[in-house]
Every structure is written in C-alpha cells, then in structure tokens.
C-alpha cells in the first residue's frame, strides 16, 4: 500500500510459490541452499533440484511476480542456475565478499559478472 516491493524468501515449491501470490508479494526469493548441495554431490543430482526451481520460477512469472534467488550460491554453482528462467536478481553477497577477502574486491566483483553474463 506504501509503494515497497515485497519479496518473500520461500522453498522451491508451486505451493508456496501460489501462497506468496496470496499474501500479496511482489516477487519471491527462491532459497538455493537445497540446490547449492544438490551441485556438491553430483551434476545428476544438481540438474534435478534445479528443476524443481525452473518449475517454481516458471509459475512465479505466471502468477505475476518477479523471481529473485538466493543462499549458497557461488561462482561454480551459478554457472547453471543462471540458466533459470524469469531470474531478476540473485543473493550472492557471502560467497562473493568471502572471496574477496582473499582476491580482492575489484577481481571477485568482474568474476561475478562475467559468471552471470
């Protein structure tokens, strides 16, 4: 009513995708530490739980909101959740300011973008 985006950080689910509409949310926030895991085991198991977040973006934009993404997410792991569709913008500040401490702000920064161009 006050003109403030609302985001709610969710699960990967339709349900909880169509209760964030309901509550009257403008975007979602998908949160990918299932996903981040999923990318640690095994690129079998990283391509199926990343399904479950194209599913989830898929029907965000259909119910009208903007899909955000975020927890976990890192140079290797967003290589392919970048490919995610209707994706505004995703959480990467940890990763990318804990790499910095070590490679310098500016160097990790143009990593982060190349990874996402």
Not at 43 to 54: C, N
Not at 79 to 97: K, N, Y
Request: glycine fraction near 6%.
């Amino acid at each position: 009513e006050r003109g403030c985006r609302v985001s709610l950080f969710i699960d990967p689910a339709l349900d909880a995708v169509r209760w964030a509409k309901r509550m009257g949310a403008d975007r979602v926030e998908l949160y990918t530490e299932p996903y981040a895991r999923a990318f640690m085991q095994s690129e079998a198991a990283a391509r199926a739980s990343f399904a479950t977040y194209v599913a989830a973006a898929n029907e965000a934009h259909a119910q009208g909101l903007g899909v955000n993404a975020g927890h976990d997410l890192d140079l290797e792991n967003l290589v392919l959740f970048r490919q995610c569709p209707h994706l505004d913008e995703v959480s990467i500040g940890h990763a990318l300011i804990s790499r910095a401490l070590f490679k310098g702000l500016d160097k990790v920064a143009r990593e982060y973008l190349a990874a996402l161009a």
